[in-house]
């Protein structure tokens, strides 16, 4: 009979598991590629923004991993967000961006969603959506919110995003008169030139840092009603917030919940379990490619704005208030998305 040493059986235990455990993470990702998933398909400004951060953030993790993107489009990144929570490996290989309002989805009942945000080991966010504004042509019938209250205007929109969700908001909550005319799938560039041929009067989610460089606005082509944001922009002191305007404190919980997801504009995560010393690898190689110059340059292309970098704990700091929200005001939020 075969007899087993014991000791000789631990040591090898100790050997093949203990050297898995000592991993370092520069010995990780010296030998693993770090994968980004986009939740939208390739070419536009999620995909572009990754793809910058796949350039560079290599540099900066221990080991210099290969970083390529993979594009998961559908149901509003909702498909990236359950493969990346239920299917993707959690060792610290893969993280992902999602749509800025995918941190509030379960929350407010997006369908199909099988995850819970809270949980995402978040890394940070490389811009904020800048400030959301309402604007009108000059000739509008409505040049302040008092106007906008009392007469109607046409204001473009893509579809059931927040080109309309914003629109219906305020409608509901400050009392304007906002006909939303959808059909405008160009997104962005074919609402303005419907404002500027005078199809429509405006629109209820333009973004200041972007539009207040544009030609067609450089010629006092419009007036800016509201900003849809938690503070003022320095550029825009007289013009009121949507927060400022509301009545109840309820009706700012609404607004915060659905403005305040655009502080965190390509937020990237990882899944929940990643290990803690590779979370905190990710996070703090995310925050010094942040200052890189080359990046900033490379990102200044893809968006107006530039880098804007929020910390993690800004995300789960927000997230964890927001969840607190009473029911009520989950339900009456839940009414401006998707529509």
């Known amino acids: 009979m075969r007899t087993i040493r014991i000791p000789s059986v631990i040591a090898l235990w100790l050997l093949f598991f203990g050297s898995a455990?000592?991993?370092?993470?520069?010995?990780?990702?010296?030998?693993?590629?770090?994968?980004?998933?986009?939740?939208?398909?390739?070419?536009?400004?999620?995909?572009?923004?990754?793809?910058?951060?796949?350039?560079?953030?290599?540099?900066y993790l221990p080991g210099a991993p290969r970083v390529i993107v993979r594009n998961m489009p559908g149901a509003g990144t909702v498909v990236a967000a359950n493969y990346v929570v239920n299917t993707a490996p959690r060792d610290g290989s893969v993280i992902a961006i999602y749509a800025d309002i995918l941190p509030v989805a379960p929350l407010l009942g997006v369908s199909g969603t099988q995850f819970d945000p809270r949980e995402f080991g978040w890394i940070g966010s490389m811009a904020s959506r800048g400030t959301p504004v309402v604007i009108m042509r000059a000739d509008a019938?409505?040049?302040?919110?008092?106007?906008?209250?009392?007469?109607e205007v046409l204001v473009g929109a893509s579809g059931p995003d927040a080109t309309s969700?914003?629109?219906?908001?305020?409608?509901?909550?400050?009392?304007?008169?906002?006909?939303?005319?959808?059909?405008?799938?160009?997104?962005?560039?074919?609402?303005?030139?419907?404002?500027?041929?005078?199809?429509?009067?405006?629109?209820?989610?333009?973004?200041?840092?972007?539009?207040?460089?544009?030609?067609?606005?450089?010629?006092?082509?419009?007036?800016?009603?509201?900003?849809?944001?938690?503070?003022?922009?320095?550029?825009?002191?007289?013009?009121?917030?949507?927060?400022?305007?509301?009545?109840?404190?309820?009706?700012?919980?609404?607004?915060?919940?659905?403005?305040?997801?655009?502080?965190?504009?390509?937020?990237?995560?990882?899944?929940?379990?990643?290990?803690?010393?590779?979370?905190?690898?990710?996070?703090?190689?995310?925050?010094?490619?942040?200052?890189?110059?080359?990046?900033?340059?490379?990102y200044l292309l893809v968006q107006p704005g530039g880098v804007d970098f929020s910390p993690p704990e800004e995300i789960d700091h927000f997230l964890a208030r927001v969840y607190k929200f009473q029911p009520e005001v989950i339900r009456r939020a839940s009414k401006f998305i998707g529509q």
């Open 21 to 59: 455990f000592a991993e370092t993470a520069a010995d990780f990702y010296r030998s693993n590629t770090l994968s980004i998933v986009v939740g939208y398909a390739p070419g536009g400004g999620y995909d572009q923004s990754a793809r910058v951060l796949a350039k560079h953030y290599g540099k």
């Open 141 to 151: 019938p409505a040049k302040n919110l008092d106007e906008l209250r009392k007469h």
């Open 165 to 298: 969700s914003y629109a219906l908001l305020l409608n509901d909550l400050l009392g304007t008169r906002m006909k939303i005319i959808q059909g405008y799938r160009g997104g962005t560039a074919e609402i303005e030139l419907a404002i500027q041929r005078g199809e429509v009067h405006g629109r209820a989610s333009a973004e200041w840092e972007r539009i207040k460089t544009a030609d067609w606005v450089r010629k006092d082509a419009i007036n800016v009603i509201l900003q849809l944001s938690l503070t003022r922009h320095p550029d825009l002191k007289n013009v009121p917030t949507a927060l400022e305007e509301a009545q109840t404190e309820d009706d700012r919980q609404i607004m915060e919940l659905i403005f305040g997801t655009s502080q965190f504009f390509r937020a990237y995560s990882t899944p929940p379990g990643v290990p803690a010393e590779r979370l905190t690898t990710l996070r703090h190689s995310f925050a010094t490619a942040m200052k890189d110059p080359e990046l900033v340059k490379d």
